[in-house]
């Protein structure tokens, strides 16, 4: 009789265990889910390696807050998260997709910095467009893919509003404008001359100057690296995580060594 019962009990035991789901399992996604919602960026684990994915979609929003039915990627919320990306020991790089139509120039000029004084490995991915300030994020990164599919729009700084029509508002444009072509210029391979001149084609855009580059022409202009997916852009990344992890062991056993 106690057999019979040990038996049923075993079998009972192994069943709850068949339908009760891995709370740990559950867990880990709702965890994962809630950071997506809320940031719009995602850690995951790959080849060993921990890797931190950051959107950067819609509309850049800076100091104005814009209208709800816009999708916008909001800067103060990306700002920390770089930061963390750089210090967190437990993260080893930043795969970075884009799909944006541009938005503050400030802002995306700040987070294009933050991303260009990354020491850890960067990968960007241009999927669909990266368009107006969406180009200096797009070459911020150590190394940049574009989708065949995706564009980049290169036009001037403009501005909505009252505009002050003062040789003081031009020289002001003038400057921003010199800010963005040089970040640009200095992170990618395209030159100053040339990325003026896509920027002030006349003959492109039907309401404004400028030209629009599919994925085979901004790699061809050098401002992006390479075409790719996101398959590209990861084993990208992960060999360039392994290579900073090879060169760190090198830098401990010499100074073990020097010891």
């Known amino acids: 009789m106690k057999k019979t019962v040990t038996k049923k009990n075993q079998i009972r035991a192994v069943k709850n265990s068949e339908e009760e789901p891995d709370t740990s399992v559950q867990e880990g996604f709702s965890e994962q889910q809630k950071q997506i ?31 709800s039915q816009n999708k916008t990627t909001k800067y103060e919320h990306v700002i920390p998260q770089i930061v963390a990306v750089e210090e967190d020991p437990e993260v080893d790089g930043l ?35 990266g368009h107006s300030i969406g180009v200096p994020l797009a070459v911020a990164a150590k190394r940049s893919f574009i989708a065949e599919s ?16 003062i040789p003081q508002t031009l020289e002001y444009f003038q400057r921003m404008q010199d800010r963005i072509t040089n970040f640009v210029t200095q992170n990618s391979g395209i030159s100053k001359e040339r990325f003026t001149t896509l ?12 030209s629009v580059l599919d994925g085979p022409d901004a790699v061809e202009e050098g401002l992006i690296d390479s075409l790719g997916s996101l398959s590209d852009a990861m084993d990208c990344l992960n060999h360039m995580i392994d290579k900073e992890k090879k060169k760190k062991n090198r830098a401990g056993h010499s100074k073990k060594k020097g010891a």
């Open 37 to 67: 919602n809320e940031s719009g960026s995602v850690i995951t684990h790959s080849h060993g390696n921990t890797i931190h994915c950051l959107t950067i979609i819609g509309q850049i929003e800076g100091h104005y807050i814009l209208p």
């Open 95 to 129: 795969l970075m997709l884009l799909n944006t139509v541009g938005g503050d120039v400030e802002a995306g000029l700040a987070l294009a910095e933050l991303v260009a004084g990354m020491k850890k490995p960067t990968v960007s991915l241009v999927l669909g467009g």
């Open 150 to 165: 995706a564009s980049m729009t290169i036009h001037p700084v403009r501005m909505n509003g009252l505009v002050l029509g």
């Open 199 to 210: 920027a002030m084609n006349t003959q492109e855009l039907v309401m404004d100057v400028g």
